[in-house]
């Protein structure tokens, strides 16, 4: 449950059984950690006394002495009453906390023993945190009251070896305090971003390639003897950077236990004070705001995005010189866009401005040809767009500011600026969200890969940045792959494809992502296994594909076929704006195996919900609403013409000679409207 006021937190203590809390604040969200170990328990247990929640602290009366408490914080409660509490991300601690709770409350139900009812003895006054701006040399430091704070970063090496949770073990074994826990995987622009000061060194590239390649876990360390500071401390744990000397000089440190090379060295820390201020805004830049006082906290540099738009007839004449302009400027590209604008969208996107004597210039000049949208991240984007683009005015420009991009990229023949950038970094929001909606697609991995490489593509597909929106194991009947890929009856590969597809297991999945439909064949590669091989040897159908017919995964060709394909599978399924199916509560029901199911072959695809994305569950700035949800079936909503965003068929010809070789160069088809 997300519980989203006091009626509901009121509603939640009526619920039979016990009910385990993650109360979290504005600045950083649930655990999304422990959102997975809640749903995995869930599901196995499947036990109706048993229920998870969310709930902020700051919109909830009940919860106001736990505002600006940094540590992670879980409520037990049974018949309405608090029985247990535990602070801090700690699995294990917390998965015998919800069996051993959960066998006492039953007891309390079924056999009428007493409910042990509990006070939080933590939350003592002299214990209560406020977060505050500590100033030092001028600059501005965000740091908890009598506390010293610093980032720490478990590297994807060492969470792809399974090592997060025994370094977290160690951390807190050594006297740290975790006030903070997030999964993040970095992309390559906010690798680049970070790490910005270590440009100059020659092994550069090759760490922002590292540390995009997988999640890490971004932590916010501090110490129970608050004054100490705890940023030495660190880096004395983890040991020298070069993993070589660490295990000589410090064999017991982490780096020396876990680290493999220079690059690969397991954990990060920071150097300094003036680092550690910088990545505590960088990854959590809310973080500072203190609960109730709301202490003015003037704004620091922190990693931005905006919108730029590239107008026609500069994008005809000189895209390459403005994307060039734009490296120059210190810019990441994080998304772009070409689309061609239809009068409507140009309308609305620039609803504030129609009454303008300049709006039908815009709007003619808006829809002559292909828009150029990109979102720029850096530090303070909006403001630094801002300034390099100059004045609105074209003729102001060249005389006030004649460096400036809209100065330089003016044309003569055209009245109006050629370059767009956000006013604010609310507006930037609004935009971005125009241009890069998070869409989702339909993906499959197929029976003969299922089994065997299961985890590894799950694990794939999130450090590729997409969110499982919904995912469920189901095997087809024939009839129903009849039905899947009835736009192929008749054709050649027709039987064979049908009778692959149905002979046994599969797991579809909603992925969520901005661009997901072409995002997700990319990540597939080619049909043909030998053309991935060639063409894209990172793909996954270069890694797992055996031959053209069993190829591994299947996915949707455009949006409106996903749609479509997601619709039939699932049914009419809500997804919010941050990906996350809303209103759905999980089935328990364990998958049938192929053998029960010969009796109801034929029946109608299973549209109960298994199993919910695992990274993340509620969105964590603000309250869902109708607006921010869309229906995967209503491409009547899609901001851009499904003619501007169709991916081009990669089908391979089907030759005319003989059958056998339709069926052994075309199966399946998937390059275009069976995926």
Same mark, same amino acid.
């Given at each position: 449950m997300t519980i989203l006021n006091q009626e509901q937190w009121d509603d939640m203590l009526a619920i039979t059984g016990l009910t385990v809390v993650d109360v979290y604040q504005a600045w950083c969200g649930p655990c999304k950690a422990v959102t997975s170990l809640f749903r995995k328990i869930k599901n196995e247990l499947g036990d109706d006394h048993l229920h998870f929640a969310v709930a902020e602290a700051d919109i909830i009366d009940s919860l106001q002495k736990y505002r600006g408490r940094c540590e992670p914080t879980f409520l037990f409660y049974g018949g309405g009453q608090l029985v247990a509490v535990v602070r801090?991300?700690?699995a294990p601690l917390l998965q015998k906390s919800i069996h051993e709770q959960l066998r006492t409350e039953k007891k309390v139900l079924e056999e009428g023993a007493d409910r042990k009812v509990i006070k939080d003895e933590g939350l003592s006054e002299e214990e209560e945190e406020q977060v505050v701006v500590l100033k030092t040399n001028g600059e501005e430091d965000l740091v908890t009251t009598n506390k010293s704070c610093t980032v720490a970063i478990i590297k994807p090496d060492a969470v792809a070896h399974g090592k997060a949770n025994e370094i977290i073990m160690k951390i807190r074994e050594a006297g740290f305090e975790i006030l903070a826990h997030e999964e993040w995987t970095l992309t390559k622009e906010e690798a680049h971003d970070f790490y910005r000061h270590k440009a100059e060194e020659s092994h550069f590239e090759e760490l922002i390639q590292f540390m995009s390649s997988g999640p890490c876990h971004i932590l916010i360390l501090s110490r129970p003897e608050g004054t100490v500071d705890v940023i030495p401390l660190w880096r004395e744990f983890i040991g020298p950077t070069d993993v070589e000397v660490a295990k000589r000089e410090r064999p017991e440190s982490l780096r020396a236990l876990y680290g493999t090379e220079h690059v690969f060295n397991a954990v990060h820390g920071s150097d300094d004070m003036d680092h550690a201020s910088r990545e505590l805004a960088f990854f959590f830049p809310s973080f500072g705001k203190a609960s109730e006082a709301q202490i003015p906290i003037q704004q620091e540099e922190r990693v931005q995005k905006t919108l730029a738009l590239i107008r026609p007839d500069l994008l005809k004449e000189r895209k390459d010189d403005i994307l060039q302009k734009i490296a120059e400027a210190g810019f990441m590209i994080a998304l772009q866009k070409e689309v061609v604008l239809t009068e409507k969208? +140009?309308?609305e996107f620039y609803s504030e401005h129609t009454q303008e004597e300049y709006f039908p210039v815009l709007l003619q000049n808006m829809t002559s040809g292909p828009v150029l949208a990109l979102a720029l991240a850096s530090m303070d984007? +909006?403001?630094?767009?801002?300034? %390099? /683009?100059g004045p609105k005015d074209v003729n102001r420009a060249k005389e006030e500011d004649p460096e400036s991009l809209r100065a330089q990229f003016s044309i003569e023949t055209v009245p109006i600026n050629q370059l767009h950038g956000s006013g604010t970094p609310q507006e930037a929001e609004k935009e971005l969200k125009f241009?890069?909606?998070?869409?989702? !697609? %339909?993906?499959?991995?197929?029976?003969? !890969? %299922?089994e065997e490489?299961?985890?590894e593509i799950i694990q794939k597909i999130k450090q590729a940045g997409f969110i499982i929106s919904h995912m469920d194991e189901k095997t087809l009947s024939r009839e129903m792959a009849e039905e899947f890929y009835k736009e192929h009856k008749g054709k050649p590969f027709f039987e064979q494809l049908v009778d692959y597809m149905s @002979?046994?297991? /599969? %797991?579809m999945m909603i992925l969520s992502k901005e661009n997901?439909? @072409?995002e997700w064949r990319n990540l597939m590669g080619p049909t043909d296994p030998e053309e991935a091989k060639r063409t894209a040897p990172d793909s996954l159908r270069a890694k797992f594909a055996k031959n053209i017919l069993q190829n591994a995964l299947h996915g949707s060709s455009d949006r409106l076929q996903a749609m479509e394909k997601i619709q039939f599978v699932f049914g009419d399924i809500n997804i919010g704006a941050d990906g996350v199916v809303q209103g759905i509560e999980p089935d328990l029901e364990k998958v049938i195996c192929p053998e029960s199911r010969e009796e109801s072959e034929g029946a109608k695809l299973e549209t109960d919900e298994v199993e919910r994305r695992d990274e993340a569950t509620v969105d964590n700035e603000s309250t869902p609403t109708d607006s921010s949800q869309s229906t995967v079936n209503e491409s009547s909503q899609s901001l851009f013409s499904e003619a501007a965003e169709k991916v081009d068929s990669d089908d391979p010809p089907l030759p005319t000679e003989t059958v056998e070789t339709a069926e052994t160069t075309a199966v399946d088809n998937e390059g275009a409207d069976c995926e």
């Open positions: 801090g991300a700690n969208q +140009v309308y984007a +909006v403001e630094r767009w801002q300034n %390099l /683009l241009f890069f909606s998070m869409e989702q !697609t %339909l993906a499959a991995i197929k029976p003969d !890969t %299922l490489h299961r985890d @002979e046994g297991p /599969l %797991l997901a439909v @072409e």
